[in-house]
Every structure is written in C-alpha cells, then in structure tokens.
C-alpha cells in the first residue's frame, strides 16, 4: 500500500475515530443500494467493525470498478466481526414508496447482524429502530469507510441478484444495466412490456405500460 493510500484511508475514518474517542468499540456501517432502478429489489448491508478498516481500494462502490468491487466484498466480510443483508421487494416497494422500503431493508440488515453495534453511522437517513447513538453522514459512502464497505457489500449482492434477474428474463438485459433506466431498458420494456421484477408504480413503466399488463 503507498504512503497516499494509507492517508486516503486515514482521512476516511474521522467519523470512525471520533466514535472511537467516545468509547465505542463496535462501530457499524450502513448503506443502501437499488433506490433508483425501474426493477429489482432495494438492498441495505450492514457491517460491524472492531478495528480500523485499512483495506486498499475501499470507497464509494459507485468509484470501484466491478472486478475490484467483487474482491474487496469478500475482503471485507473476512475483516469484520459481522455483516448482514437486509432487502425490501419490489411489492414492498410499490406498496410503500422507495424511501420506506429503504428503510425497511435497512432494519433487516441490522436485525440480521450475529453482533451489533453499539455505534451506528448511515448514510444520509437515520434508521429509527436502531437504540444506540448513531450519527446520519450525508454522502457517508464517500467519506465514511464502515459505510463505504457496507456498500459494496451491498452493491456486490445486489449486482448478483440482477443478474440472476437477467437469466430469468433475457428480453431486459438485467446483469447489464442493473434495473436502471438505460436506453435498452426502456426498449425492451416498450417491446415486451414489464415482468414481475420491475417496480410497477413507478411512473416510467406504468406510462410505458399497455393495457393487457394490468399495472392497476
């Protein structure tokens, strides 16, 4: 690791260090992914970690490339004293609105953690349910590293899931574009109309929606 690395990953841990200073030990990370997609579901990870995280190439999941993201997922759940998924469908999703179900998947990655917490920092959104102090970081996946790790664990999951989407329903090109609203996507749902993966109370497909898909 270069000296310029080492002080990226550094700097990447004031919020981690000052949560440290308190007397916290356990400090846990948590993001979401999947909130912009026209498909899939929306997925949360949450990880707990005893020690700094000073693992080379660990950012933002959005500025790691695909390969490299892949290989730190697995760095990272071996480097952490626990970490979980939690996700909300896509019924969850219609039927709450993207921001609940957010949340929600957020819940179930913390209730599904073997350790907890006793410090939590999130990006952007406090989770309610959780009882311990916890500080809410806007753009937390960028400047938090427990939270940087959540999501690319978050991200690696999600992407394999899509993926696993994509077999099922080849007309869309899901391991490509990831649910997202892309160029593709939109042809093949104007030729094909929307599957069961896709948000149906999202406006994009209901006005590219045809009678016959009864999106009511």
Sequence with gaps: MTDAERRRLTRLHHFEDAARRKGFTLLGGIDEVGVGPLAGPVVAACVVADRPLMLEGLDDSKRVKPQRRTMLAEVIKANVVAWAIG???????????????????????????????????????V?????????????????????????????????????????????????????????????????????????????????????EYDLA
């Design 87 to 125: 996700q909300a469908s896509v019924a969850e999703i219609d039927a709450l609105n993207i921001r609940r179900a957010s949340m929600l998947a957020m819940e179930r990655a913390i209730a599904g953690l073997r350790e907890s917490p006793e410090y939590l920092l999130s990006d952007a959104f």
């Design 127 to 211: 989770v309610a349910s959780f009882s311990g102090e916890q500080v809410a970081v806007v753009k937390g996946d960028a400047k938090c590293a427990t939270i940087a790790a959540a999501s690319i664990v978050a991200k690696v999951y999600r992407d394999r899931l899509l993926a696993e989407l994509g077999a099922q329903y080849p007309h869309y090109g899901f391991a490509e574009h990831k649910g997202y609203g892309t160029a593709r996507h939109l042809a093949a749902l104007r030729e094909h109309g929307p599957c069961d993966a896709h948000r149906r109370t999202w406006a994009p497909i209901r006005s590219l929606a045809r009678p």
